[in-house]
T-cell receptor, first 114, second 115 residues
Framework: AQSVTQLGSHVSVSEGALVLLRCNYSSSVPPYLFWYVQYPNQGLQLLLKYTSAATLVKGINGFEAEFKKSETSFHLTKPSAHMSDAAEYFCAVSEGSNDYKLSFGAGTTVTVRA | DAGVTQSPTHLIKTRGQHVTLRCSPISGHKSVSWYQQVLGQGPQFIFQYYEKEERGRGNFPDRFSARQFPNYSSELNVNALLLGDSALYLC??????????????FGEGSWLTVV
């Protein structure tokens, strides 16, 4: 069975500063990994996904994530935070392309200080 | 193209009542999944349907049931509502994408409040 741990339930950054959100996974098979963003009172929007191609994945809104098998990690970064990045971010894992079930982490809330 | 659409967006029910939530997947997607998101937590998998057959079920009681119709739309039904069923219910659709892996797209959700 797969699972995800997100380190840090809240992250506060200054506008223009680096955003780093941590995600570690456990999976019995090579995983598919996802980052989703949820703005207040909205559904989930896909930021990016890793599917065993390139280990550095670029997503929307300037976000990227790096898959590190040796560390079982899939951390999300953005070089320069913008006020519009304030939201909740979820890391999720599925076990392969035929598995439509996602297991989510508990989420990290990002606040951006002016 | 329309994304995943869900209805209703908000509803309030009384304990013991029944609720039906509806979902239309993205055109061409044959898989629909349902997730429950309790305030302050990550979404939890409830059901997945593919080609109108149940493919997976999460750790939810039998009060929760779902079905998928020939047009791939889906309903989630919850009987005998409890206060703890208050949550955002998310529908997601996807299509098999081979080695590139499936991408799962979510709707805006249905907010259920049980009083």
């Amino acid at each position: 069975a797969q699972s995800v741990t997100q380190l840090g339930s809240h992250v506060s950054v200054s506008e223009g500063a680096l955003v780093l959100l941590r995600c570690n996974y456990s999976s019995s098979v090579p995983p598919y990994l996802f980052w989703y963003v949820q703005y207040p009172n909205q559904g989930l929007q896909l930021l990016l996904k890793y599917t065993s191609a390139a280990t550095l994945v670029k997503g929307i809104n300037g976000f990227e994530a790096e898959f590190k098998k040796s560390e079982t990690s899939f951390h999300l970064t953005k070089p320069s935070a913008h006020m519009s990045d304030a939201a909740e971010y979820f890391c999720a894992v599925s076990e392969g392309s035929n598995d439509y079930k996602l297991s989510f982490g508990a989420g990290t809330t990002v606040t951006v200080r002016a | 193209d329309a994304g995943v659409t869900q209805s209703p967006t908000h509803l309030i029910k009384t304990r013991g009542q029944h609720v039906t939530l509806r979902c239309s997947p993205i055109s061409g997607h044959k898989s629909v999944s349902w997730y429950q998101q309790v305030l302050g937590q990550g979404p939890q998998f409830i059901f997945q349907y593919y080609e109108k057959e149940e493919r997976g079920r999460g750790n939810f009681p039998d009060r929760f049931s779902a079905r998928q119709f020939p047009n791939y739309s889906s309903e989630l039904n919850v009987n005998a509502l409890l206060l703890g069923d208050s949550a955002l219910y998310l529908c997601a659709s996807s299509s098999y994408a081979g080695d590139s892996g499936n991408t799962i797209y979510f709707g805006e959700g249905s907010w259920l409040t049980v009083v």
